[in-house]
């Protein structure tokens, strides 16, 4: 079993940074690629970003290209997403989840383990 638990969401103006970070425990972290997801109020939850066993391979969602980075410390056991140029369309629950594969992968259905979420408000 794997608990994920999500910190750093909050509310920001737009064009304002926020970091998140998950922390991972009961699985080895580096055997394990992550990911990050939202869903916005009223809507389904969509892929945000992917990033593989060892961070050196990631994906975004085109929506995010260029203003959030996912990252990993395996020594730490966490994640994390730097979100910059924050827009009001960020708002959102955001989620860290966790699947038993080393690769990236953009289908929540591919993944294993979820976290409670995290709320990020971007006020325009």
């Known amino acids: 079993q794997v608990q994920l638990v999500e910190s750093g969401g909050g509310l920001v103006q737009a064009g304002g940074s926020l970091s998140l970070s998950c922390a991972v425990s009961g699985r080895t972290f580096s055997t394990i690629a992550m990911g990050w997801f939202r869903q916005p109020p009223g809507k389904e939850r969509a892929f945000v970003a992917s990033?593989?066993?060892?961070?050196?391979?990631?994906a975004y969602a085109d929506s995010v290209k260029g203003r959030f980075t996912i990252s990993r410390d395996n020594a730490k056991n966490t994640l994390y997403l730097q979100m910059n140029s924050l827009k009001p369309e960020d708002t959102a629950v955001y989620y860290c989840?966790?699947?038993?594969?080393?690769?990236?992968?953009?289908?929540?259905?591919?993944?294993?383990?979820w976290g409670q979420g995290t709320q990020v408000t971007v006020s325009s």
């Open positions: 989840a966790a699947r038993r594969n080393l690769d990236i992968s953009s289908a929540s259905s591919r993944y294993d383990y």
């Open positions: 990033i593989n066993w060892s961070g050196g391979t990631t």
